[in-house]
Nanobody, 114 residues
């Protein structure tokens, strides 16, 4: 099982960014997938959960109506579309496949700043 995040970069406040989580060794659409983030000096924070082949998605209140998760079954990839980015969205973003055990990617850095 492997998860590889990509797409993180420096973006200005109000901007948009899409993160990708390419999966191997399992099928994303059959799994419970999550995004987390960790800001400098803070604990890791849950961002979103997708299940039921991506038809059911839950978002943290801090990102609701700004972030959208999706799945590309042909690429076996889990995405996080982020709009209206704020400086407080800065952090390392991780995707995770929930299970026993949980599997985590290595993370991708998102920095929202002028």
């Amino acid at each position: 099982v492997q998860l590889v995040e990509s797409g993180g970069t420096l973006v200005q406040p109000g901007g948009s960014l899409t993160l990708s989580c390419a999966a191997s060794g399992f099928t994303v659409s059959d799994s419970v997938m999550r995004w987390y983030r960790q800001a400098p000096g803070k604990e890791r924070e849950w961002v979103a959960t997708g299940l039921n082949s991506g038809t059911t998605i839950y978002y943290a209140d801090s990102v609701k109506d700004r972030f959208t998760c999706s799945t590309d079954n042909t690429k076996n990839t889990w995405y996080l579309q982020m709009n209206g980015l704020k400086p407080e969205d800065t952090g390392v973003y991780y995707c995770m496949r929930a299970g026993v055990p949980d599997y985590w990617g290595q993370g991708t850095q998102v920095t929202v700043s002028n």
